[in-house]
């Protein structure tokens, strides 16, 4: 697949003449990309470029690089954690390829979407680009107290009150390099702005490559919090919303396939379960699944001798609508939850803090 080539070539895991020659015709856009990202920025400090200011907490998840850091199961974490705490918020996010304005129907959005609409079903899920404008609906319509933004760490128009970045611990700086000779959004140094930043997948690298990173966070941002957390396993759920659990899975033959930023990180994650992975198939992210995909899979599934297919939550959204009948081989998806390792109660804190004198009372 075209991601895989990529990656492979920006990672500098394929060498040779060709694959060099390559990453170096990627270099080239580079510096023209740097300049209109500091330009951009440089006015926003300034405040040349004007911010918006919404009359709720705005809390903002992002990240600085493309693809796959685990945004969502934190951005339903801080839902949760609002929601529990009584205050009425709404998640705004830009979605990819879902319906502008859907309102708690899950079978109109696509990828993360469906996902936030699935896991916080009595919070309201604004899908739009323009972040200005979500807030102004979701605030005029439901009264919401607070405005969880999600991937807004580059959506500066709009104010926030909590500046929270994901950094996958499995390539934390997208090898290095801005886009598109490598995966970082924007420069490091812009993690100078941000107030916390929570670690993910903590548990597929080394403690002494944890610690390093660690190290280069702080020495770019002293100020911030630094939290660590992994994606843990919850349940394999399937079609007839059988539920499997997850010890269960331990020695079964497994045929997995993903369209996500970070395959990688689900096959190890699948792998260290306890399953022998007989085949995989990796599609580009946001694949749009046909029912020539889901079949192929299962030829794939049945002539390497799997007795299920996984895939991940995200990708069963999109596959959920096709026929899933008559096939010859067991489908499920694996659902996942952020649990911090470390750095929790701090920010637990800075989100209390945060939030201290300046929610609006409920309308």
């Known amino acids: 697949m075209y ?6 070539l920006i990672s500098g895991e394929n060498r ?12 080239i856009p580079e510096p023209f990309y740097l300049s209109a990202v500091s330009l951009r920025n440089l006015l926003y400090s300034k405040g040349y470029l004007k911010t918006h200011h919404a009359d709720a907490v705005v809390f903002s998840i992002g990240n600085i690089t493309t693809g796959g850091t685990g945004k969502t199961p934190l951005v339903i974490w801080l839902c949760n954690l609002l929601k529990n705490r009584g205050i009425n918020c709404a998640i705004l996010t830009r979605g990819y390829k879902a319906t502008l304005h859907s309102r708690f129907k899950t079978q109109n959005y696509l990828d993360e979407p469906a996902i936030l609409a699935q896991s916080c079903p009595h919070t309201e899920i604004i899908v739009n680009p323009d972040r200005i404008a979500g807030a102004a609906e979701a605030i005029g319509r439901s ?41 970082l959004r924007e420069p490091i140094g812009s993690l100078k702005r941000a107030d916390a930043v929570v670690i993910t997948r903590c548990d597929q690298v080394t403690l002494v490559e944890l610690t390093e990173l660690e190290s280069k966070l702080q020495n770019i941002n002293s100020r911030m919090i630094i939290s660590r957390s992994i994606h843990a396993p919850t349940t394999i759920k399937s079609p007839d919303k059988e539920i499997i659990q997850i010890e269960h899975l331990k020695n079964r033959r497994v045929f997995a ?16 379960l306890g399953t022998k992975i007989v085949g995989s198939e990796v599609f580009n992210d946001h694949h749009h699944y046909t029912q020539n995909d889901i079949e192929n899979i299962c030829r794939q599934a049945k002539h390497g001798g799997a007795d299920l297919v996984l895939t991940t939550q995200k990708d069963w959204t999109k596959t959920a609508s096709l026929s899933l009948t008559d096939l010859p081989i067991h489908l499920a998806y694996l659902t ?28």
Not at 257 to 272: H, K, M, R, S
Not at 336 to 361: N, S, V
């Open 3 to 8: 991601q895989s080539i990529y990656l492979k």
């Open 16 to 27: 040779g003449f060709g694959p060099t020659l390559a990453h170096l015709l990627l270099r």
């Open 143 to 183: 009264g919401v107290q607070a405005l969880i933004m999600d991937d807004g760490f580059q959506h500066r128009r709009l104010h926030r009150d909590l500046d929270i970045v994901v950094i996958d611990a499995t390539r934390p700086f997208g090898y290095g390099r801005l886009l598109p000779a490598g995966l």
């Open 257 to 272: 396939y993903c369209g996500i930023g970070n395959p990688t990180a689900f096959l190890n994650t699948i792998q260290n």
């Open 336 to 363: 996942i939850e952020i649990r911090f390792t470390d750095g929790q109660d701090k920010l637990r804190g800075l989100i209390e803090q945060t939030m201290a004198g300046k929610i609006p009372p409920k309308r």
